[in-house]
């Protein structure tokens, strides 16, 4: 049973920056989809970023893009997110989640195991 949990979450000005972590226990070996994802309110979960353990190959939705950073440290089992330039519209509760696979595609997995969320929120 995987167990996530995320931290990092906190309130920031337009422009600022902020890093998410997501220290995942239960994870056995580096055969996994990690993601991140948010949901703002009143609108539907996204995907933000995801990665490979193994294989790398890490991909953004385009908001982000050039924004974002999704990173990872094996040894400590952890997953972040380094969000910088963040905008009004970054606001949302955060997520990682995880779904193992040998496979890359990650931003096409259904991910079976989730955090509890960070709150991130960037006044204007």
């Known amino acids: 049973q995987v167990h996530l949990v995320e931290s990092g979450g906190g309130s920031v000005q337009a422009g600022g920056s902020l890093r998410l972590s997501c220290a995942a226990s239960?994870?056995?070996?580096?055969?996994?989809?990690m993601g991140w994802f948010r949901q703002a309110p009143g609108k539907e979960r996204e995907g933000v970023a995801y990665?490979?353990?193994?294989?790398?190959?890490?991909s953004y939705v385009d908001s982000v893009k050039d924004r974002f950073t999704i990173s990872q440290d094996n040894v400590e089992k952890t997953l972040y997110l380094q969000m910088n330039s963040l905008k009004p519209e970054d606001t949302a509760i955060y997520y990682c989640?995880?779904?193992?696979?040998?496979?890359?595609?990650?931003?096409?997995?259904?991910?079976?195991?989730w955090g509890q969320g960070t709150q991130v929120t960037v006044s204007s």
């Open positions: 990665i490979h353990l193994s294989l790398g190959r890490p």
């Open positions: 239960g994870v056995t070996d580096s055969n996994y989809c």
């Open positions: 989640a995880a779904h193992r696979t040998l496979f890359a595609g990650c931003s096409r997995r259904t991910y079976e195991d």
